[in-house]
């Protein structure tokens, strides 16, 4: 076995389901052998039902409660028969040939620890924390106040490069890298957990890289809302890692301690107060849809213009809601042209096979599923 993904998920049985078919694609042209191991963390949608009926070939690990990422990603990655591994999250979208760069990447360098790629969010906006660097307590500060140069790395989002901490929603590795140091820390339940194991990897003596080059789509907000929960879930990530890797003085510890609370305490009052998080789609009223197919077939009862994707590089459309259609539209003409569209306009996903469209306008909210 070569190589093993491995995606753990939790009630974003669409976006799964998105997730799996790109996955699908990627692996299909590679002529290696491969596994998708999915680890369910107790999710009350359909999830476990999409992956049993639609994609019998994937290996599903159901728990019977939510474990966290961390623990759940280990006991993935325990079952994996691959000789690398791919930790996925469950609200991504690839290209047809994502893996296939990934691992000549990964073959060509011998010191290699963990590769990662450029990610968009389904807005087409570059996220940042596709490459960062190791944070500090300052640097936490510095991010708290608006000034994120320190946080993340300064390498161009389009160059290829070594940075020191990948974002654990897409980390490619060899799983001996993995397994020599212990995987996740599951004293992290969410948050915080790829900064500790980029560094730890770091530590050994491999290097961590970015392919500005290969690009996907994370839609984000399928993985957390941004309230308080999760404010108080990253500080204190970073509070943990402050503590394992930084500091061994009782007095640091605890200025350490109080500053991230109040981090904790300034990011509640300051941004969650008045915040009205909601589900999209009452949000979105368009007068222009357009259905981006191949072909002219009115297989869906979409009340939408037919263009070819052709139309969408000689043409100029704007203020519109943009459906792609993955029956007869590729990954790869999909994420190209996100980017750019997306400034002006709303883009969402037709998943093959079933009667509904997805995407996100926003990375602090859960994203839109609109059936037909």
Do not use: W
Not at 115 to 129: A, H, P, S, T, Y
Not at 274 to 286: A, D, H, K, P, T
Not at 302 to 314: H, T
């Amino acid at each position: 076995m070569v190589l093993s993904v491995i995606i753990v998920s939790y009630n974003s049985s669409s976006f799964l389901e998105l997730c799996l078919f790109s996955v699908s694609q990627s692996l299909c042209g590679m002529k290696i052998k491969s596994e998708i191991i999915v680890v369910d963390n107790y999710s009350s949608d359909n999830s476990c039902d999409i992956v049993k009926d639609k994609f019998p070939l994937v290996t599903l690990i159901k728990n019977d409660k939510n474990e966290g990422f961390s623990k759940a990603n280990n006991l993935g990655v325990s079952r994996a028969k691959g000789k690398y591994i791919c930790i996925l999250n469950p609200d991504t979208v690839l290209k047809e040939d994502t893996f296939s760069k990934i691992l000549e990447f990964y073959k060509s360098n011998l010191k290699v620890g963990f590769v990662g790629c450029q990610m968009i969010d389904g807005n087409g906006r570059f996220l940042k924390e596709s490459k960062r660097s190791v944070p500090s307590v300052f640097s936490s500060f510095m991010k708290l106040v608006g000034v994120s140069k320190f946080y993340y790395s300064s390498l161009d989002q389009n160059k290829r490069g070594y940075i020191d901490v990948l974002a654990g929603a897409f980390m490619f590795v060899e799983k001996q890298i993995y397994d020599s140091v212990q995987g996740f820390d599951e004293d992290y339940f969410m948050y915080g957990e790829d900064i500790d194991l980029s560094y730890k990897v770091l530590k050994s003596g491999h290097l961590n890289y970015y392919l500005g080059d290969v690009k996907i789509i994370h839609f984000k907000g399928e993985s957390t809302d941004k309230n308080f929960i999760y404010v108080n879930r990253f500080y204190n990530a970073m509070y943990i890692f402050y503590l394992k890797h930084f500091n061994k003085f009782l007095i640091p510890k605890i200025a350490a301690y109080f500053f991230f609370k109040l981090i904790i305490s300034i990011k509640k009052l300051s941004e969650f107060g008045n915040v009205n998080f909601r589900v999209l789609g009452s949000e979105i009223n368009y007068e222009n849809k357009f259905l981006i197919t191949r072909s002219s077939n009115d297989k869906f009862n979409i009340k939408a213009k037919r263009i070819n994707p052709k139309y969408l590089v000689a043409n100029k459309i704007d203020n519109s809601l943009l459906i792609f259609d993955l029956n007869s539209t590729s990954l790869s003409e999909i994420i190209n042209h996100y980017e750019y569209l997306s400034k002006t306009n709303s883009l969402r996903i037709i998943v093959p096979n079933t009667n509904f469209y997805i995407g996100s306008d926003y990375a602090e909210r859960k994203g839109q599923v609109i059936r037909f």
